[in-house]
Nanobody
Framework: VQLQASGGGLVQAGGSLRLSCVASGRTFSSNTMGWFRQAPGKEREFVAAISWTDGITYYADSVKGRFTISTDNAKTMVYLQMNKLKPEDTAVYYC????????????????WGQGTQVTVSS
């Protein structure tokens, strides 16, 4: 599975961004798609995940109510709509694919995109 993330940028606090992730290759082997982020000096953390099979979604508490993860029916695109952005959302955002179901653990994700930078100014 190959993943390519895009859509990052610089935005003021309170603004919105939409990240996209193109998935190609053996996407049928993955069950869960996720977004993670990593800020400078911090560990990579879970942001949101969605099941390819039934569309069930999971969110980190820090983004719940502000971010929305979605996919297309063809298992080719994953989106992360980010609203009401805060400076603490600043990080490199990664999309990832897992063969496991309903997982939010980075180690369960075998495939990772290259990351896209999101910077939120105060």
């Amino acid at each position: 599975v190959q993943l390519q993330a895009s859509g990052g940028g610089l935005v003021q606090a309170g603004g919105s961004l939409r990240l996209s992730c193109v998935a190609s290759g053996r996407t049928f082997s993955s069950n869960t798609m996720g977004w993670f982020r990593q800020a400078p000096g911090k560990e990579r953390e879970f942001v949101a995940a969605i099941s390819w099979t039934d569309g069930i979604t999971y969110y980190a508490d820090s983004v719940k109510g502000r971010f929305t993860i979605s996919t297309d029916n063809a298992k080719t695109m994953v989106y992360l709509q980010m609203n009401k952005l805060k400076p603490e959302d600043t990080a490199v955002y990664y999309c990832a694919a897992s063969g496991s179901v309903y997982t939010t653990t980075p180690n369960d994700y075998a495939y990772w995109g290259q990351g896209t930078q999101v910077t939120v100014s105060s």
